[in-house]
T-cell receptor
Framework: DVKVTQSSRYLVKRTGEKVFLECVQD?????MFWYRQDPGLGLRLIYF???????EKGDIPEGYSVSREKKERFSLILESASTNQTSMYLC??????????FGQGTRLTVV | KNEVEQSPQNLTAQEGEFITINCSYS?????LHWLQQHPGGGIVSLFM???GKKKHGRLIATINIQEKHSSLHITASHPRDSAVYIC???????????FGTGTRLQVTL
């Protein structure tokens, strides 16, 4: 079974902190994605990567950055956390043109 | 207007009922995905469709490319089917998905 593992299920951080969310997949997929999910808005794409060291902005990249130093790991970084970044964060990976596999999600609260 | 619209937003059914969830989209796509999200957050892929119909157990997914419409059917619904069902389209750019806002299904005994 493909596994996409996110480092934390729940996180509470203070405003202004630098926050790292880690995602690891074990199936050698090229494409990896970070989404956030908010009530009434569905999942929105923050950043994606289609290869090591490659990254592309999604629909809502402001306030976030990403890192992909190894194929299996895609990190989302909140440079200076703010309360409007309180959300559920979901990582996904997929080979080209195939079904997506999602992590279990990280519920981040910024206080 | 969202590129992916789902209906209904909320659905309550009794055990055993036949359920239909609809998805309409307004962009060209290479594939359409149906996903399931249980309370707690994890999302599971149910189907990926580019044409026709697929069946897996009690779940059936259909797509009409000309009408830009897809349906997810659940036959003989069961309380364990209670979840949020999400439609997503792949517009063909690096497998990026655009999501509907989901349909929350509650199946009662």
């Amino acid at each position: 079974d493909v596994k996409v593992t996110q480092s934390s299920r729940y996180l509470v951080k203070r405003t202004g902190e630098k926050v790292f969310l880690e995602c690891v997949q074990d199936m050698d997929h090229e494409n990896m994605f970070w989404y956030r999910q908010d009530p009434g808005l569905g999942l929105r794409l923050i950043y994606f990567s289609y290869d090591v060291k490659m990254k592309e902005k999604g629909d809502i990249p402001e306030g976030y950055s990403v890192s992909r130093e190894k194929k299996e790991r895609f990190s989302l970084i909140l440079e200076s956390a703010s309360t409007n970044q309180t959300s559920m964060y979901l990582c996904a990976s997929t080979p080209w043109g195939a079904e997506a596999f999602f992590g279990q999600g990280t519920r981040l609260t910024v206080v | 207007k969202n590129e992916v619209e789902q209906s209904p937003q909320n659905l309550t059914a009794q055990e055993g009922e036949f359920i239909t969830i609809n998805c309409s989209y307004s962009v060209g796509i290479s594939a359409l995905h149906w996903l399931q999200q249980h309370p707690g957050g994890g999302i599971v892929s149910l189907f990926m469709l580019s044409s026709g119909k697929k069946k897996h157990g009690r779940l059936i997914a259909t797509i009409n490319i000309q009408e830009k419409h897809s349906s997810l059917h659940i036959t003989a619904s069961h309380p364990r089917d209670s979840a949020v069902y999400i439609c997503a389209v792949d517009t063909g750019t690096a497998s990026k998905l655009t999501f509907g806002t989901g349909t929350r299904l509650q199946v009662t005994l």
